[in-house]
């Protein structure tokens, strides 16, 4: 079924928005990612061990909120180092633009703050995407989350 993209909007990340933002995150890995990693990988990477510590990090940069009438659908970030660190989209959204709706408001704002390039590190399961979008992956990694080792890639584009 397609959705009209012109449905979903994009506003900025708000205090009130952080369980919203933690339940999306937990969600999109345990439900998506999880067709790419293991059943420990998912258990070590679907954690929030705090949620203050997380509102502190979505408030500390430009975060936006991806929403379908009032219903909060995906979020993304951009640090000021010109990392796109989170984007995550709700499995009941998976494949209705919403991770382009996002991505493009990063772009947008990047360009805004003077950036050449963004770059992002993206797991398995968003690469593809991300591909898609222009991003070309310099390196592959490994990254440790509470003694798991997850594969991922950085990649990046050049936005000017």
Request: glycine share 6%; with cysteine.
């Amino acid at each position: 079924m397609s959705v009209p993209q012109d449905r979903f909007s994009v506003k900025r990340y708000e205090p009130s928005d952080t369980q919203a933002t933690i339940d999306i995150f937990l969600r999109a890995i345990r439900e998506v990612a999880s067709k790419d990693y293991s059943p420990a990988q998912i258990a070590a990477w679907a954690k929030v061990d705090d949620p203050e510590i997380w509102a502190q990090y979505r408030a500390s940069r430009p975060t936006w909120l991806a929403i379908d009438g009032s219903t909060p659908i995906g979020f993304t970030d951009l640090k000021s180092d010109g990392c796109l660190d989170m984007m995550f989209v709700s499995p009941d959204y998976q494949g209705k633009g919403v991770a382009g709706l996002l991505l493009a408001t990063v772009e947008n704002a990047a360009r805004k703050q003077g950036f050449q390039r963004i770059f992002t590190e993206a797991s398995l399961t968003a690469r593809p995407f991300f591909e898609r979008k222009g991003f070309v992956v310099m390196t592959a990694q490994q990254v440790e989350k509470r003694g798991q080792i997850l594969p991922n890639f950085l990649m990046e584009k050049t936005i000017a």
